[in-house]
């Protein structure tokens, strides 16, 4: 009881308490079970050739392959297919593809100039709402702990003049029982010595 203990402050007598509450977490060994409500769903390889073959990358411990950036570059057929229409219709392809990218760049640029602003307020008054009711759980948490510790400290300090009174009593009753017991051996002693004088005969 730390508020009535006063001996709790020393050292021997605190690492000892550590210890054995050291000692007593030690005894909890998790079931072999624990883990068994969770489920266990092993990748289906068969339906996604990808998927296997990302695993066997990872498995053989092979770097990555490089993002083909190719599609994101504006180069003509190679000389040898200048006069190729199929090559240079893959370049226009290319071409129109990244035209549109740049276009879908450009629509969320202006959206975000007309919205981003407010956006990003609603965002910040999202953090703001969060950090207040977390400052406020962490204050109520900590008026509970100052509640509990002040009931404890109120229970202890109530119940230590009792338990100083039987500590004593107890402290008493042992040396009463230590007396009677060398009384007893007095006593035991004598009856032997007079037995003795009365029947010499006896041992």
């Known amino acids: 009881l730390p508020y009535i203990d006063h001996h709790f402050n020393d050292d021997g007598m605190r690492k000892q308490v550590e210890a054995l509450i050291d000692a007593e977490l030690h005894t909890f060994k998790p079931a072999a079970d624990a883990l068994a409500h969770l489920p266990l769903r092993e990748p289906d390889f068969a339906n996604h050739p990808v998927l296997q073959a990302e695993w066997l990358r990872v498995c053989a411990e092979e770097p990555m392959p490089p993002m083909d950036v190719s599609r994101y570059q504006l180069d003509p057929p190679p000389r040898a297919k200048h006069a190729d229409p199929a090559a240079w219709a893959r370049c226009v392809e290319n071409a129109q593809?990244?035209?549109?990218?740049?276009?879908?760049?450009?629509?969320?640029?202006?959206?975000?100039?007309?919205?981003?602003?407010?956006?990003?307020?609603?965002?910040?008054?999202?953090l703001d709402q969060a950090t207040t009711r977390m400052i406020a759980e962490d204050e109520q948490l900590a008026r509970t702990i100052e509640e509990l510790n002040r009931s404890r400290k109120a229970q202890q300090v109530q119940i230590g003049p009792k338990l100083a009174r039987l500590?004593?009593?107890?402290?008493?009753?042992?040396?009463?029982?230590?007396?009677?017991?060398?009384?007893?051996?007095?006593?035991?002693?004598?009856?032997?010595?007079?037995?003795?004088?009365?029947d010499p005969t006896a041992q």
């Open 97 to 126: 593809a990244q035209l549109e990218h740049q276009g879908t760049r450009l629509d969320n640029l202006e959206l975000l100039q007309q919205h981003g602003a407010n956006l990003w307020v609603a965002h910040l008054n999202t």
């Open 167 to 198: 500590e004593a009593a107890w402290v008493e009753s042992v040396k009463k029982n230590l007396s009677i017991e060398r009384e007893c051996m007095l006593l035991e002693r004598e009856c032997s010595d007079l037995r003795k004088r009365l």
